[in-house]
């Protein structure tokens, strides 16, 4: 079982810029993936980035250019850096982990490990 705990949230203006991070405890499987999801109040979550432990990253396509998904595998953390933030991506940010290189990362479906999420504003 691994935990999962975000930070790295706030407030910004439209324009600027937010880096989250995810620190993982616990076992984590060295064939794994990890990502990041987000859900605005009252709607489903969904799939924003995503980074496998060969290194391969999936994004929503909307969102590739503006946000990009690294890893620390020394230090089991994945961030997202998130550039030209707008008021749409006001959401909770979640960051997920499966025990396995998941075929279709975007889908929440495939994740049974979950953080407990980190609020962006952006107005």
């Known amino acids: 079982h691994v935990q999962l705990v975000e930070s790295g949230g706030g407030s910004v203006q439209a324009g600027g810029s937010l880096r989250l991070t995810c620190v993982a405890s616990g076992y984590l499987h060295t064939r794994n993936t990890m990502g990041w999801f987000r859900q605005i109040s009252g709607g489903q979550r969904v799939g924003v980035a995503t980074i496998d432990s060969n290194g391969k990253a999936t994004y929503e396509t909307s969102l590739e250019g503006r946000f990009t998904i690294s890893k620390d595998d020394a230090k089991k953390t994945v961030y997202l850096q998130m550039d030209n933030l707008q008021p749409e991506d006001t959401a909770m940010y979640y960051c997920?982990?499966?025990?396995?290189?998941?075929?279709?990362?975007?889908?929440?479906?495939?994740?049974?490990?979950w953080g407990q999420g980190t609020q962006v504003t952006v107005s």
């Open positions: 997920a982990a499966e025990y396995a290189i998941v075929t279709r990362p975007l889908e929440v479906k495939w994740y049974s490990n």
